[in-house]
């Protein structure tokens, strides 16, 4: 009895010692599958068509073997119809891809000189192949997912190939690979600094890009996909014939044996083919109008939010099914812990406008397996900002927190109220509508921006050695120089940088949501003023494991450990009043020890703040920040417990003597003070509060507002 050919899964599945194929499009009159072996290229067709799939049989595929498409159908470009048959196409759903592009006419749909004809030279030879792999070969084990909580999820942001490309205790020949990043060496700096997850930069196939390689560049960070089930063949020391697949997966695993989460940056919101004068690579030749979003009434361009030239099209069933089918497949195949979706605001715009309820969050908050693993929003796209704008299942890179926590240690702006409102967990941004603090990802920098290293030695960009001229890269950052520009052996310039790398790093730490650290900030790494790296694949991004910052890699561990070991620094929800019925409390008080008063929050002349924390049954934390460029003498609230000792500081010489009543806390610095846990809570103290010490009344749209939260969260309850 025959094997019946099935139309799904879509693209190739092995089953019964043969091999389903299976092809959606809707505009397309024959698909040929181009088998590749020692004796050349065999075409065969797929004689079945069930709906919109084309589908059949083909024996000849098998592990290992390479493969393409060819599709068949109407060229008319200004009807968005991209058919050409000339072209050897990737399989949407390959889950392993060899090879790399070969730039030049034949790799386009289209002659350059005239755009609306098809170019009918032959790709085959210069592009790269799907790979046939078995799901099966590999030995999971015992493998299972941490499940790390929210609240103790710290996330490290990393490049899997420049985190151990110089590393000089993991094999030279593993450097730069998934499975240098599963070396023994590489978990044991994460294990030991204490991070919890790793969100890897792209590791979906990606497009070397021609602008960059007639320049001698080549695309370092990713954001280029074309393979959405296939891991990145460069990453491998396996090679790219499909070892790939199971060098990931031990990844993975070694990660998890560890404790870590893995968590993926994904780019869905576009492919690599670029606009209408783009290379037709995949997706463009199989069915342009079901994978990209055209222009309404001008059909052969593309509707753009991305920057890139082109937008994947999450109105049509066709492009959300190759997206959910790709998240389930890393979640159950390649065993990942979660995502961080890359202008995650292009995968709602399903009509044109951002929507909270549009086909994909529909589809992913309803989704058995999906909705049990971490999602990050990257909360906007070239066309809008969407921090705050995502469903409740979903946390987001808040960018506010970024910018506002900036401002407050290297810039001179009035921000007071609103990085308060940034330490506490943006209630501003997520209460209103019942989000928690760990809706928010805070994080003071990332991949695409200066270093911490950077943005405490620039004032300017130094991305020369990208070749456009320093015209590329973001122009205000809100960095220092602190007097010299870049590198110095002035002491005085090099300890004031190091005192604003501990505080943002401190403020970060001991905020209210998840944390993000970039990858390297804890050693010191610097990109030498390139606030832009996304084509130095090269020393400028590597990590320098021999030049490392020790000082303040103890730091760093020393916070997160802190921070994990304290419930107090990493609450669930917002934090209330003490006189509150809340596990969770906060004060806030001015350096004087007075409650706030209309206009403090908006005076430049204020730049100090004492934030007060506390969790039941566990110890208080006294926060004094002090960002103004004086010494500052705060009047300490009375300890809620035992008498207030130091925890850190970022002042050097700074010392305390119990009691405390008054502390100096010197500029640009701040001081942890820790009450230990005597059995009672914060407002079971004898001492009285200064009336508006937690109802903060005075503040300004934007800042923290206690009273109208609790009084929003009575109502609704």
Same mark, same amino acid.
């Given at each position: ?330 979640? $159950? ?14 995968? $709602? ?138 590198? $110095? ?33 804890e050693l010191g790494r610097t990109q030498q003023g390139n606030n832009n790296a996304y084509c130095q694949d090269n020393e400028i991004s590597w990590f320098d494991w021999e030049n490392v910052d020790e000082d303040l890699l103890a730091f760093t561990t020393r916070l997160i450990a802190l921070r994990q070991a304290e419930p107090a620094l990493r609450p669930d929800w917002f934090r209330q009043a003490p006189d509150r019925d809340s596990d969770a409390t906060v004060q806030l008080l001015r350096a004087d020890g007075q409650p706030f008063e209309d206009g403090d929050w908006a005076s430049p002349e204020v730049r100090a703040i004492q934030i007060h924390v506390g969790n039941t049954g566990c110890d ?98």
């Amino acid at each position: 009895m025959s094997v019946p050919s099935r139309p799904y899964p879509l693209g190739v599945s092995l089953r019964d010692g043969t091999a389903n194929v299976a092809v959606y499009t809707e505009t397309a009159e024959a698909v040929e599958v181009s088998v590749f072996t020692d004796a050349g290229e065999e075409r065969i067709p797929l004689r079945y068509r069930t709906g919109y799939v084309f589908h059949d049989l083909v024996p000849q595929l098998t592990p290992g073997t390479k493969y393409g498409f060819r599709v068949h159908g109407p060229w008319r470009p200004e009807d968005g119809l991209r058919h050409n048959a000339h072209k050897l196409l990737l399989d949407p759903h390959a889950t392993a891809i060899s090879g790399e592009y070969t730039w030049g006419p034949a790799v386009f749909g289209h002659l350059h000189e005239e755009p609306e004809t098809m170019n009918e030279e032959d790709s085959a030879g210069l592009v790269p192949l799907s790979v046939v792999t078995d799901p099966t070969s590999f030995d999971w084990g015992d493998d299972h997912a941490p499940r790390t909580p929210a609240s103790e999820t710290v996330v490290y942001e990393v490049h899997v190939k420049g985190f151990t490309k110089q590393h000089p205790r993991i094999p030279e020949e593993l450097r730069g690979t998934y499975a240098g990043l599963a070396h023994p060496e590489a978990i044991k700096h994460l294990k030991d600094l204490g991070v919890t997850a790793v969100e890897l930069l792209p590791v979906h196939q990606f497009v070397q890009d021609s602008h960059l390689e007639e320049k001698g560049l080549r695309n370092y960070w990713g954001y280029n996909s074309i393979g959405f089930f296939a891991p990145q063949g460069d990453y491998a020391a396996a090679g790219d014939e499909g070892g790939q697949v199971d060098e990931f997966k031990a990844m993975v695993k070694a990660m998890h044996e560890a404790g870590l989460e893995v968590i993926l940056d994904v780019v869905y919101n576009h492919t690599a083919e670029g606009n209408h004068l783009g290379p037709t690579l995949s997706f463009k030749g199989i069915d342009n109008a079901a994978y990209y979003r055209l222009v309404d009434g001008d059909r052969g361009h593309y509707f753009d939010t991305t920057g890139t030239g082109n937008s994947v099209n999450v109105g049509h069933p066709a492009a959300l099914r190759l997206i959910m089918d790709s998240l389930r497949y890393w979640v $159950t195949e390649m065993h990942v812990d979660g995502f961080r979706f890359d202008l995650a605001t292009t995968l $709602t715009r399903q009509d044109g406008d951002p929507d909270k309820h549009s086909a994909f969050l529909t589809l992913v908050h309803q989704d058995a397996v999906l909705s049990k693993v971490k999602l990050i929003a990257e909360p906007w796209d070239v066309a809008g900002y969407q921090v705050g704008g995502f469903p409740p299942e979903w946390s987001e890179w808040n960018g506010r927190f970024r910018d506002d926590v900036r401002e407050f240690w290297n810039g001179e702006g009035t921000v007071l109220g609103t990085v308060t409102d940034r330490i506490l967990g943006s209630p501003d941004v997520y209460e209103a509508s019942r989000r928690s603090p760990l809706s928010s990802v805070n994080f003071i920098t990332a991949h695409d921006g200066f270093t911490l290293h950077d943005l405490t030695a620039y004032a300017e960009k130094h991305n020369d050695a990208n070749g456009e001229d320093n015209r590329d890269g973001e122009s205000h950052n809100t960095s220092n120089n602190y007097g010299v520009e870049g590198e $110095t052996d002035d002491a005085e310039v090099l300890e004031l940088r190091e005192r604003q790398r501990r505080n943002m790093l401190g403020t970060l730490l001991l905020s209210a949501g998840i944390p993000m650290i970039l990858g390297g900030d804890e050693l010191g790494r610097t990109q030498q003023g390139n606030n832009n790296a996304y084509c130095q694949d090269n020393e400028i991004s590597w990590f320098d494991w021999e030049n490392v910052d020790e000082d303040l890699l103890a730091f760093t561990t020393r916070l997160i450990a802190l921070r994990q070991a304290e419930p107090a620094l990493r609450p669930d929800w917002f934090r209330q009043a003490p006189d509150r019925d809340s596990d969770a409390t906060v004060q806030l008080l001015r350096a004087d020890g007075q409650p706030f008063e209309d206009g403090d929050w908006a005076s430049p002349e204020v730049r100090a703040i004492q934030i007060h924390v506390g969790n039941t049954g566990c110890d208080s934390f006294a926060i004094l920040l002090n960002a103004a460029r004086n010494v500052v003498e705060f009047t300490v609230a009375p300890a809620p417990g035992e008498e207030w000792t130091l925890e850190v500081s970022t002042d050097t010489e700074q010392r305390v003597s119990a009691p405390v009543s008054t502390l100096l806390v010197r500029d640009l610095s701040f001081t942890l003070l820790r009450s230990k846990w005597v059995g009672v809570s914060l407002s079971d103290t004898d001492e009285p509060v200064p009336d508006g010490a937690y109802t903060v009344e005075a503040v300004p749209t934007g800042a923290i507002d206690l009273a109208a939260i609790e009084a929003e969260g009575e109502e609704q309850r």
